[in-house]
């Protein structure tokens, strides 16, 4: 057997099991849209109660940012384009100063700095899962434990804002990112989600150095200040403590124990399934070795020509792997250039838009109809709907899954027919 997973579809189509186990696909996409939910109670306690009025002051299309390295501890929150979002502390600990700060006798409430440093890791265990079930496929476990929010000496940043999304890009391998000449993924996050990555980076991580310093609590290392998750000064969190979180949610949520092995298998399975995802892929030609030196790389778009006779399609790019190698459970290095082209980041946002629009699921739809009021747009209203509804949806009867599942996989399908053709991205014209 080789140790191979088995995995298949229920005949009905609403659960797939995994060796063995049975996972409804509802309970799965309703966990994940509960951890929105979670984060967004943790934001609001980090914030003094006021995250819903913060956040809606994010005007995420203002954001300025580039794509190119910046400087050791720079990103967009040091751009002074973005001065209006008041970078830094001062925002975070102004809201929390009744709890933080004894003014009567001048000095700081240890408990109160505690407490909130306290509900700072609890929000990044509850961020850096939502990072990598949310971004679209997910890669594999480093690649999220190990994003930066700002650049390092050697390397680039991971964490990007741009046209008003929370962009992602990781490195296949880490030693080829130093000479900027890795292997890279872009994966976008719903606004919503995007919004809390602002606010963590801008405000809460500058509040948490500060505070650690002034009541004398451990501080990160140097080396430790450009990474996303870690708290105080344990090392960078690994993939172990992701899994480990990752497997308490989803066992609370869906009864199955699904960490980082499992849950990549079960994800990529589940975005075979959405209608319309998979388009034709050319196979005439299947080789039976894999020679990932024989990769053609396009030089204008950076995307692979050629791969073994297959063509590989950005959806199995994403989850790190390419086309043919996927149905084999295997990965297989897809070289990038250094920089992604524009072309191939526009590819990269709506597969991972069909991804954010399959979490959503039944509350999008249920909830879409019933909203008034002005008109939000597009991707904003889709992340609210689909997690502001996310309880009434756990009380809903999943008599109504199959209409809503079909409206959910036409708007996939429309989703899918704005990508290029897989022929003009493997054979632009010369």
């Given at each position: 057997m080789g140790g191979q997973p088995s995995i298949r579809w229920a005949e009905n189509g609403e659960a797939l099991f995994h060796n063995g186990e049975r996972i409804m696909v509802d309970d799965f996409t309703r966990?994940?849209?509960?951890?929105?939910?979670?984060?967004?109670?943790?934001?609001?306690?980090?914030f003094g109660g006021t995250w819903e009025k913060v956040s809606q002051k994010i005007n995420m299309d203002r954001i300025a940012d580039s794509m190119v390295r910046l400087g050791a501890g720079q990103s967009f929150a040091t751009n002074p384009k973005n001065d209006w979002l008041e970078p830094g502390p001062a925002k975070a600990m102004r809201l929390m100063e009744p709890s933080i700060w004894d003014s009567a006798r001048n000095r700081w409430k240890r408990r109160g700095v505690k407490k909130w440093l306290r509900d700072l890791r609890l929000l990044r265990e509850v961020l850096i899962v939502l990072v990598h079930t949310w971004g679209g496929l997910p890669g594999r476990g480093p690649e999220v434990t190990t994003l930066r929010h700002c650049d390092s000496w050697q390397l680039i940043r991971n964490i990007f804002v741009t046209d008003g999304q929370v962009m992602i890009v990781t490195d296949r391998d880490k030693m080829k990112a130093i000479r900027d000449n890795a292997r890279k993924v872009a994966r976008f996050v719903p606004e919503l989600i995007g919004r809390m990555i602002v606010g963590y980076i801008t405000w809460l991580i500058p509040a948490e150095r500060v505070l650690r310093r002034k009541c004398k609590l451990a501080e990160p290392r140097g080396e430790q200040l450009e990474f996303m998750w870690?708290?105080?000064?344990?090392?960078v969190w690994d993939t172990d403590r992701l899994s480990r979180q990752l497997a308490r949610v989803m066992q609370a949520g869906t009864g199955a124990r699904i960490g980082v092995g499992r849950y990549r298998p079960i994800a990529i399975e589940m975005g075979r399934r959405i209608r319309g995802l998979v388009?034709?892929?050319?196979e005439s030609r299947i080789e039976d070795e894999d020679e990932d030196d024989n990769v053609d790389i396009d030089p204008t778009t950076g995307e692979p020509v050629d791969c073994g006779g297959s063509w590989n399609i950005v959806w199995d790019l994403q989850s790190t792997h390419g086309t043919r190698i996927a149905r084999q459970h295997y990965a297989v290095h897809i070289g990038f250039p250094g920089k992604l082209q524009p072309e191939m980041i526009a590819t990269f946002k709506e597969i991972s838009k069909l991804w954010h629009q399959f979490l959503e699921g039944e509350s999008a739809e249920e909830k879409g109809p019933k909203r008034k009021g002005k008109r939000k747009g597009k991707h904003q209203a889709e992340g609210q709907q689909g997690t502001d509804g996310s309880a009434q949806t756990t009380r809903r009867k999943r008599a109504k899954t199959g209409k809503a599942g079909r409206d959910v996989e036409e708007d996939m399908a429309d989703?899918?027919?704005?990508?290029?053709?897989?022929?003009?991205?493997?054979?632009p014209p010369t």
């Amino acid at each position: 057997m080789g140790g191979q997973p088995s995995i298949r579809w229920a005949e009905n189509g609403e659960a797939l099991f995994h060796n063995g186990e049975r996972i409804m696909v509802d309970d799965f996409t309703r966990t994940l849209r509960g951890q929105v939910v979670e984060a967004q109670k943790l934001l609001d306690r980090l914030f003094g109660g006021t995250w819903e009025k913060v956040s809606q002051k994010i005007n995420m299309d203002r954001i300025a940012d580039s794509m190119v390295r910046l400087g050791a501890g720079q990103s967009f929150a040091t751009n002074p384009k973005n001065d209006w979002l008041e970078p830094g502390p001062a925002k975070a600990m102004r809201l929390m100063e009744p709890s933080i700060w004894d003014s009567a006798r001048n000095r700081w409430k240890r408990r109160g700095v505690k407490k909130w440093l306290r509900d700072l890791r609890l929000l990044r265990e509850v961020l850096i899962v939502l990072v990598h079930t949310w971004g679209g496929l997910p890669g594999r476990g480093p690649e999220v434990t190990t994003l930066r929010h700002c650049d390092s000496w050697q390397l680039i940043r991971n964490i990007f804002v741009t046209d008003g999304q929370v962009m992602i890009v990781t490195d296949r391998d880490k030693m080829k990112a130093i000479r900027d000449n890795a292997r890279k993924v872009a994966r976008f996050v719903p606004e919503l989600i995007g919004r809390m990555i602002v606010g963590y980076i801008t405000w809460l991580i500058p509040a948490e150095r500060v505070l650690r310093r002034k009541c004398k609590l451990a501080e990160p290392r140097g080396e430790q200040l450009e990474f996303m998750w870690r708290d105080g000064s344990s090392r960078v969190w690994d993939t172990d403590r992701l899994s480990r979180q990752l497997a308490r949610v989803m066992q609370a949520g869906t009864g199955a124990r699904i960490g980082v092995g499992r849950y990549r298998p079960i994800a990529i399975e589940m975005g075979r399934r959405i209608r319309g995802l998979v388009a034709k892929q050319l196979e005439s030609r299947i080789e039976d070795e894999d020679e990932d030196d024989n990769v053609d790389i396009d030089p204008t778009t950076g995307e692979p020509v050629d791969c073994g006779g297959s063509w590989n399609i950005v959806w199995d790019l994403q989850s790190t792997h390419g086309t043919r190698i996927a149905r084999q459970h295997y990965a297989v290095h897809i070289g990038f250039p250094g920089k992604l082209q524009p072309e191939m980041i526009a590819t990269f946002k709506e597969i991972s838009k069909l991804w954010h629009q399959f979490l959503e699921g039944e509350s999008a739809e249920e909830k879409g109809p019933k909203r008034k009021g002005k008109r939000k747009g597009k991707h904003q209203a889709e992340g609210q709907q689909g997690t502001d509804g996310s309880a009434q949806t756990t009380r809903r009867k999943r008599a109504k899954t199959g209409k809503a599942g079909r409206d959910v996989e036409e708007d996939m399908a429309d989703g899918l027919r704005t990508l290029p053709t897989i022929q003009q991205q493997c054979c632009p014209p010369t």
